[in-house]
């Protein structure tokens, strides 16, 4: 099992940037209203996620590094009606295959939490430890034991990069969650989690492109586009400025990214790119979020009447406002 949970660990874990990821949604699973994220050294060294969500009870905690025991997939039917982030069952195990990973842990009704550690996918310790309720987890020397890997990572800054860019894509899917993030002691960006979408806006992207935001809500055939785009002023060269969520889950899709551009249409420079920030609500049977295990490819099974919602919503927003 140790040789498969590290090759399970190539598929869930490519950089800091996908530990960080995971760690974040199981905290959001955990009902979590406050999630901070500390980093030393873009997360290569150390990343430490503390929540306030509903902790895991002491029984559950050797079971939760434990590949697919946890799997919230029951039967075929259920992998059509996921609403978690989660439900492969796989990231802890596949984190704790290849890095050192320390876990401090209460529920409510618990006098005590525990702490467990485990390296390398071996157990080390497993005892009661006072601790606040939620979970604090924190991941060490990552690929300290596949040095191959290691090799791959990017520098500081790239790594550190890819985690504020999906923070900020967690920020911006969660407004009503407030999260920080530090680098080696720094704050980097925090969210008040008030549920404001433009305060969130202006938190990830500064308060000009907040200034410029205007709102998106738009429904058809049972599902709705909602969120902000910026106004043609403020484009981009790259598509950095995009972002997409499906049932509030980060998604990469270039469909979506073509059906914002066609919203605007005429209005943006050959060569730039417009800004958005949109949330699509979907019957979850209208979609299969198990292409990939990080997640993040989203399959829908009517693309036609997807870009018809997100190009109309687009256009909509943008109609009789003085841009
Ligand atoms: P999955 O999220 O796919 O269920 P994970 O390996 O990410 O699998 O997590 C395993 C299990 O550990 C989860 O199903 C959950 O029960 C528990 N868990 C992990 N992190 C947290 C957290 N921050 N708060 C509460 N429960 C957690
Ligand atoms: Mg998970």
């Not at 525990?114 to 497993?126: D, H, N, S």
């Not at 999260?179 to 980097?188: E, I």
């Not at 972002?243 to 914002?260: C, G, Q, T």
């Not at 993040?296 to 841009?323: P, T």
Request: hydrophobic share 40%.
């Amino acid at each position: 099992p140790q040789t498969a949970n590290k090759i399970a660990a190539g598929e869930v874990v490519e950089r800091p940037a996908s530990i960080v990821k995971e760690l974040i949604e199981n905290s959001i699973d955990g009902k979590s209203t406050n999630i901070t994220i500390n980093l030393v050294n873009a997360g290569k060294e150390k990343i430490e996620v503390i929540d306030n969500g509903v902790g895991i009870h002491k029984d559950d905690v050797p079971i939760a590094f434990l590949r697919h025991a946890t799997s919230k997939i029951k039967d075929e039917k259920d992998l059509e009606k996921i609403s978690s982030l989660g439900f492969r069952g796989e990231a802890l195990p596949s984190i704790a295959a290849v890095s050192k990973v320390t876990l401090i842990t209460r529920t409510t009704g618990e006098d005590f939490g525990v702490k467990y550690v485990i390296e390398g996918g071996k157990e080390r310790l497993f005892d009661v430890a006072p601790a606040n309720l939620g979970t604090r987890i924190i991941v060490e020397d990552l690929f300290f034991n596949t040095p191959a890997r290691r090799k791959f990572l990017k520098t500081t800054a790239t790594e550190l990069n890819y985690i504020t860019d999906l923070v900020g894509r967690f920020i911006m899917s969660h407004p009503h969650i407030s999260f920080q993030l530090t680098h080696n002691n720094k704050p980097l960006i925090k969210s008040s989690g008030d549920g404001d979408l433009k305060h969130c806006l202006s938190e990830v992207m500064g308060w000009e492109t907040a200034e410029n935001s205007i709102e998106v809500d738009f429904s058809y055939e049972n599902m709705t586009v909602t969120g902000l785009i910026i106004k043609p002023v403020l484009t981009k060269s790259s598509r950095s400025g995009q972002m997409f969520f499906v049932n509030n889950r980060i998604v990469k899709s270039s469909m979506l990214a073509k059906a914002l551009e066609a919203g605007f249409n005429t209005l943006i420079p050959i060569g730039r790119y417009p800004q958005g920030v949109l949330n699509i609500q979907i019957q979850v049977e209208d979609l299969d979020v198990n292409v990939h295990p990080s997640k993040q490819e989203i399959k829908f099974k009517d693309e036609k009447a997807v870009f018809y919602l997100v190009k109309e919503g687009v256009e909509n927003a943008l109609k009789n406002k003085s841009l």
